[in-house]
């Protein structure tokens, strides 16, 4: 299988740039509203941020929202994917993708096998997977971009539908990401961070240079 990179988590028009011109094939915009890498919809409008990423496919990613929400932010940044970290149901799912027309990727918590079960009731539902470390609290309002690795064996197994792998990715454990999973894509995000929530353009760059001496 041809794997695929995915940044995500980014706001700077700079660094959008420098995914399109290296060749990143997702991007990732997130709207949630508990995020230290969430942007405002008028901010993405404003910025043209979709201006920079004429190559690249635009994840617009959400937690649990509303219709007009999905609405405003999917405009924005004139989305290509729709990105559900929340605890949207199989009916919701269908509902949003009739609405929008928009392929969705449906993200889960991962720390034990049984977590995978919750997955498999989408599979005739959603277009993708995407399978990250489980918040340690349960009731933790920020799904992901936690900077934190689960047990990629769990995914031995799995045969059900493409995925994307996030969860504390960076350049030190690339290579293991991709030779120990299945992986459709590689999803990355505080694995291209100094600071949190803020990207590195360099550490886009040697990572990206990695990832395609791998692949």
Request: aromatic content about 10%.
């Amino acid at each position: 299988m041809i794997k695929k990179i995915k940044i995500c988590g980014v706001k700077d028009p700079k660094d959008i740039s420098v995914c399109n011109e290296l060749g990143i094939d997702f991007i990732g915009f997130n709207f949630a509203n508990v995020s230290p890498r969430k942007i405002k919809p008028s901010d993405a409008d404003k910025n043209n941020l979709s201006s920079y990423c004429k190559k690249i496919d635009r994840v617009a990613v959400f937690v649990d929202p509303s219709d007009q929400y999905l609405d405003k932010c999917i405009r924005s940044i004139d989305a290509t994917y729709i990105q559900l970290h929340g605890n949207e149901s199989t009916k919701r799912c269908l509902d949003i993708k009739k609405m929008f027309n928009l392929p969705i990727i449906k993200a889960f918590g991962i720390n034990t096998v049984k977590d995978l079960d919750n997955a498999v009731i989408y599979e005739n539902v959603v277009d993708y997977f995407l399978f990250d470390a489980k918040p340690s609290n349960e009731n933790s309002n920020q799904k992901g971009g936690l900077n934190k690795v689960f047990n990629w064996e769990i995914l031995s197994n799995w045969k059900v539908k493409n995925f994307f792998l996030a969860g504390g990715i960076n350049i030190n454990n690339i290579q293991s990401a991709i030779n120990e999973t299945n992986a459709f894509c590689i999803d990355i995000s505080s694995g291209v961070e100094k600071t949190l929530g803020v990207k590195d353009s360099n550490m886009i760059k040697k990572l990206y240079a990695e990832f395609k001496a791998l692949v």
